[in-house]
């Protein structure tokens, strides 16, 4: 069964950065939007970013906005997470989604909306 896979996740410093990718084998990502989440054991699963499937509409939740950018490439089947000025509360395990979602422009960070996840890839951020 097809499934999506997050890497780039690791241990860094506060205000340092990593980028995290997601991507499959099993199928075209290109008519899906994609999320991003993570999730804490002190605040559950959270949608940060998601970008919609021709990459033209983005979204960003308040804590992550201004320093996380979302970008995609449909030719490589990969959507990244470009972290930047990270701080020890985005410290959670990332994980991608993915919503068959062929709307022009249109995301949504609601996780109720993605059909299919990947493991998740562990992000510390700690001195």
């Known amino acids: 069964q097809s499934q999506l896979e997050e890497s780039g996740g690791g241990l860094v410093q506060p205000g340092g950065s990593l980028r995290l990718s997601c991507g499959t084998s099993?199928?075209?990502?290109?008519?899906?939007?994609i999320g991003w989440f993570r999730q804490s054991p002190g605040k559950g699963r959270e949608g940060i970013s998601c970008i919609s499937y021709q990459g033209d509409g983005r979204n960003y939740a308040d804590s992550v906005k201004g320093r996380f950018t979302i970008s995609r490439d449909n030719a490589k089947n990969t959507v990244y997470l470009q972290m930047n000025s990270l701080k020890p509360e985005d410290t959670a395990i990332y994980s991608c989604?993915?919503?068959?979602?062929?709307?022009?422009?249109?995301?949504?960070?609601?996780?109720?909306?993605?059909?299919?996840w990947g493991q998740g890839t562990q992000v510390t951020v700690s001195s």
């Open positions: 099993g199928f075209s990502l290109d008519a899906f939007a």
């Open positions: 989604a993915a919503n068959w979602s062929p709307v022009p422009g249109i995301c949504a960070l609601d996780k109720g909306r993605y059909a299919v």
